[in-house]
T-cell receptor, first 111, second 111 residues
């Protein structure tokens, strides 16, 4: 299975701190994506990193990819209460292929 | 910004009844997907659809499930005879390149 597995399963931090979530997967990939899901709501695409990229930034988000270790990390800097959500990594093997989600990290930002 | 939309947002049905979940993908997208998320579990791939036919389906997508693109805008998922274990959030997604954009989901409850 190429499923992504995030850790930690749950993370609570103070507002303003940085949050780091990790993802590991099992097989070679084409892309790795991170999604956010607020409780009981839809999935919001955050960022996509290709297998030939090592790091990508988008606003307060920083994603790294290490294909030799089959792992990725998502860093959210200067966290806000609105960042409270579940975060999922998702991988695909080919363009326009299905994506396989991990179990997610539940992030809780404390005021 | 264009969005994937889904209707209804919630559906309650009796076991054995047929349900149709509707999605309007983003207009210039060519690839369409259905995923589901059972409460507290990860998002699972059901089926992908391209050029008016199924391109891939998972083991979950058995003979009780079907998909259709009846016109140029709608993409539907039909469950012929619902079971209790079909209770889940169902997400539609569409893509034109690597990124899949998800709708807000339909929460299906089978009683």
């Amino acid at each position: 299975s190429q499923q992504g597995e995030e850790d930690p399963q749950a993370l609570s931090i103070q507002e303003g701190e940085n949050a780091t979530m990790n993802c590991s997967y099992k097989t070679s990939i084409n892309n790795l994506q991170w999604y956010r899901q607020n409780s009981g709501r839809g999935l919001v695409h955050l960022i996509l990193i290709r297998s030939n990229e090592r790091e990508k930034h988008s606003g307060r988000l920083r994603v790294t990819l290490d294909t030799s270790k089959k792992s990725s990390s998502l860093l959210i800097t200067a966290s806000r209460a609105a960042d409270t959500a579940s975060y999922f990594c998702a991988t695909d093997m080919n363009r326009d292929d299905k994506i396989i989600f991990g179990k997610g990290t539940r992030l809780h930002i404390l005021p | 910004e264009p969005e994937v939309t889904q209707t209804p947002s919630h559906q309650v049905t009796q076991m054995g009844q047929e349900v149709i979940l509707r999605c309007v993908p983003i207009s210039n997208h060519l690839y369409f997907y259905w995923y589901r998320q059972i409460l507290g579990q990860k998002v699972e791939f059901l089926v992908s659809f391209y050029n008016n036919e199924i391109s891939e389906k998972s083991e979950i997508f058995d003979d009780q499930f079907s998909v259709e693109r009846p016109d140029g805008s709608n993409f539907t998922l039909k469950i012929r005879s619902t079971k209790l274990e079909d209770s889940a959030m169902y997400f539609c997604a569409s893509s034109v390149a690597e990124t899949q954009y998800f709708g807000p989901g339909t929460r299906l409850l089978v009683l």
